[in-house]
């Protein structure tokens, strides 16, 4: 079942990051089937099937996201994960 992850980077500019953050979460985690930008600060949308690997997530956007990098934080501000709703009759 697929499902939502929220989570927020300390650094990371949706406006100039999501590019090369969407491309490293997807080539590094097959589980990742899209990252989604956000009207939210420092913050992507991660859909996914399986178990939610949060920590290697944000180690992998730190080192492929140049303003995330920059801060220095390393730390994960925050994460939400959910399931989607929606008809299953299909699956």
Request: aromatic share 6%; hydrophobic share 45%.
């Amino acid at each position: 079942m697929e499902q939502l992850c929220r989570i927020t980077v300390p650094g990371l500019s949706v406006k100039r990051d999501f590019a090369a953050a969407r491309q490293r979460l997807l080539a590094d985690f097959p589980n990742i089937q899209e990252v989604l930008a956000t009207t939210a600060p420092e913050t992507l949308m991660v859909l996914y099937s399986g178990g939610a690997n949060v920590p290697a997530w944000l180690d992998s956007l730190l080192d492929s996201v140049p303003t995330a990098e920059a801060k220095g934080s390393g730390r994960l501000l925050g994460w939400r994960v959910g399931r989607l709703r929606g008809d299953d009759s299909a699956a």
